[in-house]
């Protein structure tokens, strides 16, 4: 028998978030697919600690924050398969179900169906191949993360003189880790001229260890045929263009990348859920279901967060309505309106609401495109005005999470816009 | 001592060990680097062309034609990838339209068959996605994509199983003629041989000045390519060359045997022979060149660039011939169409050892090998069997080109394994997709680490670094 109500696919924190919601709001009969050999997925890696402030009270380490919710899957009893890795999910013609193809050891390759499938597969690094930076292609050019799994998890030393391209907040965070591990960390250099990590991680992981945080610089060449001899970082303009003649260079037997992250959606397209190009993240309604019916996206697949705890949180939920799905079918009859992205806003999700579904309190997810100081936030629909916030400070690394109560949006009739207002604030 | 040594296990050097493994010979492959295909072989466009490019008469042309006809039935018996996909040849300016119609001739006096000359809206009908520009088409059927890593491998893994001894990281710093044949000076100690072929790719100048005071020119010709992910392979379904314009010799754009779209080479000669890097001014050109040709490329995918060097000999030709010295005999200059002419140079090399060396048939040659066990191109049953007696193969390591844990491993344990990361993305393609080895290798890593008895920090990307490791444990 290879029929159940609810497949979750990935059994880091989103999936687990999931499984431990849908578990809770009564589905018994559903299944983890994981493709590593342990619960946890990328927080396993992440030992350094800060996670959790906003779920547990506490700060924790990833591997710590990992295992309350690997806890809480067991205590539940909802069951997992490790070493799992899905191939594909399709429809089925003519049902409701869902057909999952999987591979393992265990079950060989075989097709499990289900009546909804939450994705939760999370997000992959840019490589330095799509970054296009010329030069030669050395050992010691890692991304980030996978410098962070050589080091954290298979205890390998990977170099001593270290240049970081980009300053997402993997890379601060293996700024500080290289440091600790008796690295010379000489820059980081980021094309943007402000930072795409988290303001804390600047402070704790360059700051304190004298680390500079080279704004608006980037990699133009890289040297070293077998091994990496060095790198040389240049200043670049308002179009991010590299500035001739200053260009410096930097010896280094080690070049980290972090310079975005891309949710891995390759699932997602080929089940054929519709794809918002502003997030490569699946386009979701208020209750996270994508443009397939059943068919859920939670967590860094989602849209790339800054925090595991929204991650939790964003994900609990989409556990909670396949459950509701499942159970008792989601209302498809009511009005649904679009969810835009005005002015200083890249994305949102939700992209849609539709208003028979809302919860008591409703999110709405979004990032800046810019750096905003001294704005307002506005949500509006039509001439009507559902939010105002000001914020004295909005940046792109940093997720902002709105809420809307249900009686503020059930009678609307006007498609809803966010965006930033920057002047009689 | 040896009956033949061959320098260099690119795809020429392979090739001829081999042919030669054919007769009962002594052959071994001397190569400078810890695996073979490491030189020209491994960055090139993986065309196996038709062999209409190439002047009457040439050696180019003899042995393009006949390599591109003796490939279907390799590729079958050596279990490489290998695909005739057709070419064009686009034309933009009406006045070289005459062009297409002497390519067309020249394809009938080399012996080319499955050529013809179309209009634009025709070959726009048979390449949707072509450039308005395009005003006139040579279609040529027979070209073929391959998988020039796989192909050099097969080569080689035939002539390791038909008894060639391949010296790896073994870097040739000098040659001494005697009565016998050549001591052959190494890294790794002398080796004696009676004949030597020099297929040392962009150092063949270097090895033939060792013996010889003729010169022989040979210039690295540096061309840059952008590769992108699989969303983008179906874009064109055949290679599309363009006619050279103003703008200089065009590029290609072609879909690889493994599903992804190629974009390249640009052409320039530089002096350092080691120089595959990457320039901003090199990408920038395939991308500005490479759109004349289709439309909406999707540059936003590019998985990885890179570039090879072409050994550009200044004959203008393959110079294939023994030298003036006595037994040594040259296999230099091998530019474009060199990956398509191998086997057939292979043949033609063999044909040169046996004006000095007698050759009598090998009775105990295999003519087939068979290659690792690509996971995916199995159908569910046989995949289904393979995790039965093998559990590794229900594993999958690389994500985005779905390997296996079985793959890697039968890549790192056969005879002529991976001892880097780069050997086993050659044999198997883990981390040759969309993140490019992020999330493998730290367990590619391991699986050669175990195997090689190192450290995981020790195991390298490419290069000697591996296996000297090895070697200077034991």
Same mark, same amino acid.
């Given at each position: 028998?290879?029929?159940?109500?609810?497949?979750?696919?990935?059994?880091?924190?989103?999936?687990?978030?999931?499984?431990?919601?849908?578990?809770?709001?009564?589905?018994?009969?559903?299944?983890?697919?994981?493709?590593?050999?342990?619960?946890?997925?990328?927080?396993?890696?992440?030992?350094?600690?800060?996670?959790?402030?906003?779920?547990?009270?506490?700060?924790?380490?990833?591997?710590?924050?990992?295992?309350?919710?690997?806890?809480?899957?067991?205590?539940?009893?909802?069951?997992?398969?490790?070493?799992?890795?899905?191939?594909?999910?399709?429809?089925?013609?003519?049902?409701?179900?869902?057909?999952?193809?999987?591979?393992?050891?265990?079950?060989?390759?075989?097709?499990?169906?289900? @009546?909804?499938?939450?994705?939760?597969?999370?997000?992959?690094?840019?490589?330095?191949?799509?970054?296009?930076?010329?030069?030669?292609?050395?050992?010691?050019?890692?991304?980030?993360?996978?410098?962070?799994?050589?080091?954290?998890?298979?205890?390998?030393?990977?170099? @001593?003189?270290?240049?970081?391209?980009?300053?997402?907040?993997?890379?601060?965070?293996?700024?500080?880790?290289?440091?600790?591990?008796?690295?010379?960390?000489?820059?980081?250099?980021?094309?943007?001229?402000?930072?795409?990590?988290?303001?804390?991680?600047?402070?704790?992981?360059?700051?304190?260890?004298?680390?500079?945080?080279?704004?608006?610089?980037?990699?133009?060449?890289?040297?070293?045929?077998?091994?990496?001899?060095?790198?040389?970082?240049? @200043?670049?303009?308002?179009?991010?263009?590299?500035?001739?003649?200053?260009?410096?260079?930097?010896?280094?037997?080690?070049?980290?990348?972090?310079?975005?992250?891309?949710?891995?959606?390759?699932?997602?397209?080929?089940?054929?859920?519709?794809?918002?190009?502003?997030?490569?993240?699946?386009? %979701?309604?208020?209750?996270?279901?994508?443009?397939?019916?059943?068919?859920?996206?939670?967590?860094?697949?989602?849209?790339?967060?800054?925090?595991?705890?929204?991650?939790?949180?964003?994900?609990?939920?989409?556990?909670?309505?396949?459950?509701?799905?499942?159970?008792?079918?989601?209302?498809?009859?009511?009005?649904?309106?679009? %969810?835009?992205?005005?002015?200083?806003?890249?994305?949102? %999700?939700?992209?849609?609401?539709?208003?028979?579904?809302?919860?008591?309190?409703?999110?709405?997810?979004?990032? %800046?495109?810019?750096?905003?100081?001294?704005?307002?936030?506005?949500?509006?629909?039509?001439?009507?005005?559902?939010?105002?916030?000001?914020?004295?400070?909005?940046?792109?690394?940093?997720?902002?999470?709105?809420?809307? @109560?249900?009686?503020?949006?059930?009678?609307?009739?006007?498609?809803?816009?966010?965006?930033?207002?920057?002047?009689?604030? | 001592?040896?009956?033949?040594?061959?320098?260099?296990?690119?795809?020429?050097?392979?090739?001829?060990?081999?042919?030669?493994?054919?007769?009962?010979?002594?052959?071994?492959?001397?190569?400078?680097?810890?695996?073979?295909?490491?030189?020209?072989?491994?960055?090139?466009?993986?065309?196996?062309?038709?062999?209409?490019?190439?002047?009457?008469?040439?050696?180019?042309?003899?042995?393009?034609?006949?390599?591109?006809?003796?490939?279907?039935?390799?590729?079958?018996?050596?279990?490489?990838?290998?695909?005739?996909?057709?070419?064009?040849?686009?034309?933009?300016?009406?006045?070289?339209?005459?062009?297409?119609?002497?390519?067309?001739?020249?394809?009938?006096?080399?012996?080319?068959?499955?050529?013809?000359?179309?209009?634009?809206?025709?070959?726009?009908?048979?390449?949707?996605?072509?450039?308005?520009?395009?005003?006139?088409?040579l279609v040529a059927e027979t070209s073929g994509i391959v998988c020039p890593f796989e192909m050099t491998l097969a080569f080689a893994e035939n002539a390791l199983q038909n008894g060639v001894d391949f010296k790896l990281s073994t870097l040739v710093t000098g040659i001494d003629k005697n009565e016998n044949g050549f001591t052959v000076h190494t890294s790794r100690g002398d080796i004696q041989t009676k004949v030597i072929i020099n297929a040392a790719g962009v150092y063949a100048d270097k090895i033939h000045a060792m013996v010889s005071s003729k010169p022989l020119g040979i210039t690295p010709r540096r061309g840059e390519y952008l590769l992108m992910d699989k969303a983008a392979g179906s874009l064109v379904s055949r290679t599309i060359f363009q006619l050279p314009t103003k703008m200089g010799k065009g590029i290609l754009v072609t879909p690889t045997v493994h599903g992804n779209l190629l974009a390249g080479p640009t052409a320039e000669n530089i002096d350092d022979k080691d120089n595959v890097s990457t320039t901003k001014n090199g990408l920038d050109e395939v991308k500005a060149k490479s759109a004349l040709s289709v439309k909406n490329i999707p540059f936003g995918k590019v998985i990885t660039s890179f570039t090879g060097l072409r050994a550009v000999g200044d004959t203008g030709d393959f110079i294939i011939a023994q030298s003036d010295v006595k037994g040594f005999i040259n296999a230099a200059g091998i530019e474009s169409?060199?990956?398509?002419?191998?086997?057939?140079?292979?043949?033609?090399?063999?044909?040169?050892?046996?004006?000095?060396?007698?050759?009598?048939?090998?009775?105990?040659?295999?003519?087939?090998?068979?290659?690792?066990?690509?996971?995916?191109?199995?159908?569910?049953?046989?995949?289904?069997?393979?995790?039965?007696?093998?559990?590794?193969?229900?594993?999958?390591?690389?994500?985005?080109?779905?390997?296996?844990?079985?793959?890697?491993?039968?890549?790192?344990?056969?005879?002529?394994?991976?001892?880097?990361?780069?050997?086993?993305?050659?044999?198997?393609?883990?981390?040759?997709?969309?993140?490019?080895?992020?999330?493998?290798?730290?367990?590619?890593?391991?699986?050669?680490?175990?195997?090689?008895?190192?450290?995981?920090?020790?195991?390298?990307?490419?290069?000697?670094?591996?296996?000297?490791?090895?070697?200077?444990?034991?």
């Amino acid at each position: 028998m290879n029929e159940y109500s609810l497949l979750i696919i990935g059994g880091g924190p989103a999936g687990m978030a999931a499984a431990v919601a849908a578990k809770k709001a009564g589905v018994d009969d559903l299944l983890i697919l994981e493709r590593d050999s342990v619960l946890g997925g990328i927080l396993n890696q992440c030992i350094h600690n800060g996670f959790g402030l906003h779920t547990f009270k506490e700060e924790l380490t990833g591997p710590e924050y990992a295992e309350r919710y690997a806890n809480m899957v067991k205590e539940q009893g909802i069951p997992f398969e490790l070493d799992t890795m899905v191939l594909a999910v399709e429809k089925v013609q003519g049902s409701d179900k869902k057909a999952v193809t999987v591979i393992s050891a265990k079950r060989g390759v075989q097709t499990l169906y289900a @009546k909804a499938v939450i994705l939760a597969m999370g997000c992959r690094e840019r490589p330095r191949g799509a970054l296009n930076i010329p030069g030669s292609r050395p050992q010691g050019v890692y991304t980030a993360g996978t410098a962070q799994k050589l080091v954290n998890l298979e205890g390998a030393k990977i170099g @001593k003189e270290v240049v970081i391209l980009g300053s997402g907040d993997i890379g601060l965070i293996m700024a500080r880790r290289m440091t600790l591990e008796g690295a010379h960390v000489a820059a980081v250099a980021e094309l943007m001229p402000y930072s795409s990590g988290l303001k804390r991680n600047i402070v704790q992981c360059l700051d304190d260890y004298g680390i500079p945080l080279l704004l608006s610089h980037t990699v133009v060449d890289i040297k070293g045929r077998e091994k990496l001899e060095g790198v040389y970082i240049a @200043k670049v303009d308002e179009n991010n263009r590299p500035i001739e003649g200053t260009q410096e260079y930097y010896p280094c037997d080690t070049l980290l990348l972090s310079c975005g992250l891309i949710p891995e959606n390759e699932l997602t397209i080929g089940a054929g859920v519709e794809i918002d190009p502003r997030t490569n993240g699946a386009s %979701v309604s208020e209750s996270l279901e994508t443009s397939v019916e059943g068919v859920f996206s939670c967590g860094n697949v989602l849209h790339v967060h800054d925090l595991v705890d929204f991650v939790s949180e964003e994900s609990a939920r989409a556990g909670e309505n396949a459950a509701k799905y499942i159970q008792s079918g989601i209302d498809r009859s009511s009005k649904t309106l679009a %969810v835009n992205a005005g002015n200083g806003v890249r994305y949102t %999700v939700p992209s849609r609401i539709s208003l028979a579904n809302l919860a008591p309190l409703n999110h709405i997810r979004f990032r %800046v495109t810019g750096v905003y100081k001294n704005v307002s936030i506005v949500v509006s629909s039509g001439e009507k005005e559902l939010l105002r916030k000001k914020s004295q400070i909005l940046v792109p690394s940093e997720m902002v999470d709105l809420i809307l @109560k249900q009686d503020k949006l059930k009678d609307l009739d006007n498609d809803i816009s966010v965006y930033i207002e920057e002047v009689g604030v | 001592m040896y009956d033949v040594l061959i320098i260099g296990a690119g795809v020429v050097g392979c090739a001829a060990a081999m042919e030669l493994s054919k007769y009962k010979l002594k052959v071994c492959v001397a190569e400078k680097e810890s695996d073979v295909c490491e030189g020209t072989s491994k960055a090139n466009s993986a065309i196996i062309h038709a062999g209409f490019d190439a002047k009457e008469g040439t050696l180019k042309a003899k042995l393009n034609v006949l390599g591109s006809q003796m490939m279907p039935e390799l590729a079958k018996k050596l279990d490489f990838a290998y695909k005739r996909n057709g070419a064009m040849v686009l034309c933009f300016d009406k006045a070289d339209l005459p062009k297409l119609d002497e390519l067309e001739q020249r394809a009938r006096n080399n012996g080319v068959d499955g050529v013809r000359v179309v209009t634009g809206d025709e070959a726009r009908k048979l390449e949707p996605s072509l450039s308005d520009e395009v005003c006139g088409a040579l279609v040529a059927e027979t070209s073929g994509i391959v998988c020039p890593f796989e192909m050099t491998l097969a080569f080689a893994e035939n002539a390791l199983q038909n008894g060639v001894d391949f010296k790896l990281s073994t870097l040739v710093t000098g040659i001494d003629k005697n009565e016998n044949g050549f001591t052959v000076h190494t890294s790794r100690g002398d080796i004696q041989t009676k004949v030597i072929i020099n297929a040392a790719g962009v150092y063949a100048d270097k090895i033939h000045a060792m013996v010889s005071s003729k010169p022989l020119g040979i210039t690295p010709r540096r061309g840059e390519y952008l590769l992108m992910d699989k969303a983008a392979g179906s874009l064109v379904s055949r290679t599309i060359f363009q006619l050279p314009t103003k703008m200089g010799k065009g590029i290609l754009v072609t879909p690889t045997v493994h599903g992804n779209l190629l974009a390249g080479p640009t052409a320039e000669n530089i002096d350092d022979k080691d120089n595959v890097s990457t320039t901003k001014n090199g990408l920038d050109e395939v991308k500005a060149k490479s759109a004349l040709s289709v439309k909406n490329i999707p540059f936003g995918k590019v998985i990885t660039s890179f570039t090879g060097l072409r050994a550009v000999g200044d004959t203008g030709d393959f110079i294939i011939a023994q030298s003036d010295v006595k037994g040594f005999i040259n296999a230099a200059g091998i530019e474009s169409p060199g990956l398509s002419s191998a086997p057939a140079i292979a043949q033609y090399l063999c044909e040169i050892v046996g004006q000095i060396l007698p050759l009598e048939t090998n009775t105990d040659y295999i003519g087939t090998r068979k290659g690792i066990t690509h996971f995916t191109a199995l159908s569910k049953d046989e995949q289904n069997e393979l995790i039965k007696r093998e559990p590794a193969y229900g594993k999958i390591v690389c994500r985005c080109e779905t390997v296996t844990e079985g793959e890697i491993l039968d890549a790192i344990n056969r005879p002529l394994g991976a001892t880097t990361l780069d050997g086993v993305k050659r044999r198997t393609r883990a981390g040759m997709g969309r993140c490019q080895a992020g999330f493998c290798s730290p367990t590619t890593m391991s699986l050669i680490a175990k195997k090689l008895g190192i450290k995981i920090q020790d195991v390298r990307k490419s290069g000697v670094y591996s296996t000297q490791r090895r070697q200077d444990d034991e």
